[in-house]
């Protein structure tokens, strides 16, 4: 099962900030908080990584709580294109590997 | 460019045949994994492989197999011991060591067994 929960569905208008939560509330001390996403009929793409830092990229933001219990990925100024699934995963240098994929969420830019 | 091949894009097969799907990558990557992803749903590991002519079986490994015999290819065979084959089959590849977690998908296959 994953380790994460995350909302089904979200929308969000063009131009503005769209803001991605993820609830990883029994992550571990030595486990990453990974983002990546799906457009459909594609592979994944990756977005960003973090363990207990803020991080950005030319992609996003992710900003991490104190307690790492959750998470939120920020696209700054969403286009039509970035129309996909997010998936939220955590891993950790034990999971030999391997990422579990839950269901992630549908965000939906509207014009 | 570097990248992950998957071919073909599309395949139709008739129940009951085993079909082989493609998957190259020229980023010199170490590790490879097959997933499949039915609609909706996230994706399930099926195969992964860390070194050549090694894999390892993933969470829904019956009725599949893979073999690893060059570091740029892995193909998978779906069987028809797969009691349902039609899915979207998703190829990727990461390097060891830091960037382990950085995957580089293809662009999918989708089977379709009628």
């Known amino acids: 099962d994953a380790k994460t929960t995350q909302p089904t569905s979200m929308d969000c208008a063009e131009g503005r900030a769209a803001n991605l939560p993820c609830n990883h509330s029994?992550?571990?001390?030595?486990?990453?908080v990974y983002w990546y996403r799906q457009i459909h009929s594609q592979g994944p793409q990756y977005i960003i990584h973090g363990l207990k830092n803020n991080e950005t990229n030319e992609m996003a933001s992710l900003i991490i709580t104190e307690d790492r219990k959750s998470s939120t990925l920020i696209l700054p100024h969403a286009t039509l294109r970035d129309t996909a699934v997010y998936y939220c995963i955590v891993s950790s240098m034990d999971s030999n590997y391997q990422l579990i994929w839950g269901a992630g969420t549908k965000l939906i830019i509207k014009p | 460019d570097g990248g992950i091949t998957q071919s073909p894009k599309y395949l139709f097969r008739k129940e009951g045949q085993n079909v082989t799907l493609s998957c190259e990558q020229n980023?010199?990557?170490?590790?490879m994994y097959w997933y499949r992803q039915d609609p909706g749903q996230g994706l399930r590991l099926i195969y992964y492989?860390?070194?050549?002519?090694?894999?390892q079986k993933g969470d829904i490994a019956e009725g599949y197999s893979v073999s690893r015999e060059k570091k740029e290819s892995f193909p998978l065979t779906v069987t028809s011991a797969q009691k349902n084959p039609t899915a979207f089959y998703l190829c990727?590849?990461?390097?060891?060591?830091?960037?382990?977690?950085?995957?580089?998908f293809g662009s999918g296959t989708r089977l379709t067994v009628v």
């Open positions: 492989s860390q070194i050549v002519n090694d894999f």
């Open positions: 029994t992550i571990s001390g030595n486990e990453y």
């Open positions: 990727a590849s990461s390097a060891l060591g830091a960037g382990k977690w950085l995957y580089t």
């Open positions: 980023l010199n990557h170490d590790a």
